[in-house]
């Protein structure tokens, strides 16, 4: 009997070892020589853009510390309302930058004197609006208490200058 065409050895393109290193070699690894040239070749170009480079500015910047501790003298005397404003408000509201009630303007300060000076204080504090919390910085929140009062009194407001609990204690004692 003769073979059929289903009776005869199957075999498939690659017939000797060699034909096989050299399909293995097609395959895999010159494909991923060719993955490793082409990573190195973006990554070689120079970059542009916020902290690119490898100068000293740019990799100081990506380092810098998180926090810090500021040591301040704790028996400076307290600064007064006025100078507070000056020195932290009157940026945005002398000019009324940012929809901040301008000093003094009594209209735009009324809604915010009904909350009562509590409500004004911690929205300093904490911010609000447009306006970041002034809580912890240059000034203290008895400080920024001080310069509530200040702006809140210019536009009509009837409220006492805040005092450290110290000379509040000495004052209620006289």
């Not at 210019?154 to 006492?160: E, I, L, P, T, Y």
Request: glycine share 14%; charged share 20%.
């Amino acid at each position: 009997m003769s073979a059929t065409p289903h009776e005869e050895a199957h075999t498939g393109p690659v017939k000797n070892p060699k034909q096989l290193l050299i399909a293995v070699l097609f395959s895999f690894v010159i494909p991923v020589f060719v993955i490793i040239g082409l990573v190195q070749f973006v990554n070689s170009s120079n970059k542009t853009g916020p902290g690119a480079g490898n100068n000293d500015r740019a990799q100081a910047q990506r380092l810098q510390k998180i926090g810090s501790v500021e040591i301040r003298d704790a028996n400076r005397p307290l600064r007064g309302g006025e100078e507070v404003y000056k020195g932290q408000c009157a940026a945005c509201h002398a000019t009324g930058m940012s929809g901040a009630p301008k000093f003094g303007d009594a209209a735009a300060w009324g809604p915010r004197l009904g909350q009562g000076f509590e409500a004004l204080v911690q929205s300093a504090l904490k911010g609000k609006g447009l306006m970041g919390a002034q809580g912890g910085g240059e000034f203290n929140d008895l400080e920024i208490s001080r310069g509530v009062a200040f702006m809140a009194n210019a536009a009509g407001g009837k409220f006492d200058e805040p005092q450290p609990p110290a000379a509040a204690a000495e004052g209620e004692a006289k």
